[in-house]
């Protein structure tokens, strides 16, 4: 009786979200619900930063480009270091911070990635609000 009941409770419920429409316009919305445009001075903070991430990509892509063997695969080479994991090894005393690289899996692209570290840390970046300076490193050397 009671599987019974649970099934004819599930039925109901199947017929109940059938009916639910399944798509809500932002007019239905509660005032509380709906979503608000940034405001213009948001989106230009917004923007400027993606201007910025841009630059500095495209500088490490100019760097990258000459090491490898295709011009166009720089920009995709670096979306995928983008997305490795890397450890951050903070030393308070010397004031750096360390981001060691793990290998990857090609020995041409762990040259590419030892130049890119080179040339990072030629510029001798801080680390903002830290007063760490930012070593970049591959393995565990």
């Not at 798509?23 to 405001?39: M, N, T, V």
């Amino acid at each position: 009786e009671q599987i019974e009941a649970l099934q004819a409770n599930i039925c109901q419920l199947k017929a109940q979200r059938k009916i639910t429409p399944r798509h809500i316009k932002i007019q239905d919305l509660p005032e509380s619900e709906r979503f608000h445009k940034l405001a213009n001075l948001s989106k230009h903070f917004l923007d400027t930063i993606k201007i910025i991430a841009y630059r500095a990509e495209s500088a490490m892509v100019n760097i990258v480009r000459e090491f490898l063997p295709k011009p166009d695969q720089a920009r995709a080479f670096l979306r995928a270091l983008y997305a490795t994991e890397a450890d951050l090894l903070p030393d308070y005393l010397n004031k750096t911070l360390t981001v060691r690289l793990h290998h990857s899996a090609r020995a041409h692209t762990d040259e590419v990635i030892a130049k890119l570290c080179e040339e990072l840390n030629a510029t001798k970046t801080f680390f903002p609000r830290s007063g760490l300076r930012l070593i970049f490193k591959l393995g565990s050397s």
